[in-house]
């Protein structure tokens, strides 16, 4: 049974560095092709792709973020980790992880957590 | 960068078929995704690569996509069925490179 379950602040100031960690079960992201991303939706919004890395800790990154996250995975922990600097309230969003089970990059994302609010509010 | 674009609202009477498009360039060229998503809760992904559908989700849900639109059809429409749907490609030339469309939300009536 796949889950995964993602964990951080609710509540951070302007300025400050956000993170967030995305525990997951049921797969490991040693298994060739497996991916996870991470991926936000601002209140009453579309959903807006962030990060992703893969089994072989390759990382990509939405361009105009890119400057201010950081992925990164602890394989032995079923953890990764979004770091992202410099919150600004437009940032206030519930932030998901999810996963892209195969090698490809056209897979969809098939499985995600429940999503954690975060606000950036002083 | 690619851009994604949906209606945003359907309505539908109960048992009857809710069309949701995306539209994008050349759209046809690429696979298509679509996500349920029901308030409060995480996406669900409900057909992947144009019109394949992940297990469990119920037939009434395909999809098809040429030219430059994509569509997600929900046939026999239940009460059930009422939330956003999002539209998802993969665009090596975007900012984003996992492009989500703009939402569609699916209202029963």
């Known amino acids: 049974q796949v889950t995964l379950r993602e964990s951080g602040p609710a509540l951070v100031k302007p300025t400050q560095t956000l993170t967030l960690t995305c525990t997951f079960s049921?797969?490991?992201?040693?298994?060739?092709?497996?991916?996870v991303s991470w991926i936000r939706q601002p209140p009453g919004k579309a959903l807006e792709w962030l990060a992703l890395?893969?089994?072989?800790?390759?990382?990509y990154y939405s361009t105009s973020l890119k400057t201010r996250l950081t992925i990164s995975k602890d394989t032995s922990k079923n953890q990764v980790v979004l770091t992202m600097t410099n919150m600004d309230p437009v940032d206030t969003a519930t932030y998901y992880c999810?996963?892209?089970?195969?090698?490809?990059?056209?897979?969809?994302?098939?499985?995600w957590g429940q999503g954690t609010l975060v606000t950036v509010s002083s | 960068s690619y851009v994604l674009t949906q209606p945003p609202s359907v309505s539908v009477a109960p048992g009857q078929t809710a069309r949701i498009t995306c539209g994008g360039n050349?759209?046809?060229?690429?696979?298509v995704h679509w996500y349920q998503q029901k308030p409060g809760q995480a996406p669900v992904l409900v057909v992947y690569d144009d019109s394949d559908r992940p297990s469990g989700i119920p037939e009434r849900f395909s999809g098809s996509n040429s030219g430059n639109t994509a569509t997600l059809t929900i046939s026999r429409v239940e009460a059930g069925d009422e939330a956003d749907y999002y539209c998802?490609?993969?665009?090596?030339?975007?900012?984003?490179?996992?492009?989500f469309g703009t939402g569609t939300k699916v209202t029963v009536l």
């Open positions: 890395i893969d089994w072989d800790d390759d990382k």
């Open positions: 998802q490609v993969w665009d090596s030339s975007s900012d984003h490179r996992y492009v």
């Open positions: 050349n759209i046809g060229s690429k696979s």
């Open positions: 049921g797969f490991s992201l040693s298994t060739s092709g497996m991916c």
């Open positions: 999810a996963r892209r089970p195969k090698e490809g990059s056209s897979w969809p994302f098939d499985y």
